[in-house]
């Protein structure tokens, strides 16, 4: 992964083209052979990648669905639910197992009050749902650029500060498809480091941190217990993130004048033991951490949860909303 993300390929990469070429011509013959893609019972919005790994999907997720109810829409939300053992479509709350739903859907579904899905079948899930809660009119597909079963009148791609890095496919590069030349007119781009890291356009945002809640208290929603970030100045912290991109929660952390050590973990780390030693007095983590932790794992241990949150620009709000919801974005009735 050190190889893909700097800005122009390395030795490594080169080798590599030739199994890049061979991916990108199977990707695009499956493309191109696919049987015609399913509608939903409502207009579907797919948030998703062009390169692997994360870069900002479910705080965009979990900013879009809140922007839709602010604006008196009823979304739902489907997702693969990345690491879960079942395949079959199934219902997610916000005290689901995260092992029998993943970690992503539990904290959209903690995070917004939303009805969440998740399946294999993005379709059987998006009908599922639709079946189940026949007041929700618009689903946001969580990832599933890709997956072009499932037909959508929108799609959001999110870029952070890497951008397309070597811009090379897999296994050379992190792309998963070639970056287009231009935009299909349903398609918008947004920057979640605050810059452009693309040609694409796009509009701008960034990722905020500004408090930490003890765990038990975020489990119960508890938000008088929350505290300022500033509140923990001056405390020996050990930093603790499974996620794709953990150095950019660290940062943040210390631009908010937070002393850490580090401890990155694999992304969607399990936590079915503790990685820090024990005994250790304070540890700080994200939410994605902390829906696969309990309080009684931790002995004396106080662990931090630290919300991610994301303001949309208006403008890009009301471009989706438009694409969603013009005449010929919700399916025909049967």
Known sequence: MRHW???RPSGLSHILRPVAWIYGALATYQRTHAAPAQCAPVPVLVVGNFVVGGAGKTPTVIAIVEALQRAGRRPGVISRGYGRREETACAVGPKTDSTSAGDEPVLIARRTDAPVWVGRDRVAAAQALCAHHPQVDVLVADDGLQHH????AAELVVFDERGAGNGLLLPAGPLREPLPLRLPDRMR???TAGHASTPLPGVLARPTIATAWPLAAWRDGNAAAALPL????????LAAAGMAAPEKFFAMLEAAGLTLTRLP???HHDYRTLPWPAGTPDVITTEKDAVKLRPEQLGATRLWVVPLDLQLPAALVGELLALLFKPS???KAP
């Not at 079963?149 to 959508?152: E, F, G, H, K, W």
């Not at 500033?230 to 912290?237: D, K």
């Open 5 to 7: 993300w700097r800005a």
């Open 149 to 152: 079963a499932l037909a959508r």
């Open 189 to 191: 781009v947004l920057y």
């Open 230 to 237: 500033a509140e923990l100045r001056g405390r020996r912290l």
């Open 265 to 267: 973990l694999a992304d």
């Open 329 to 331: 974005a919700a399916p």
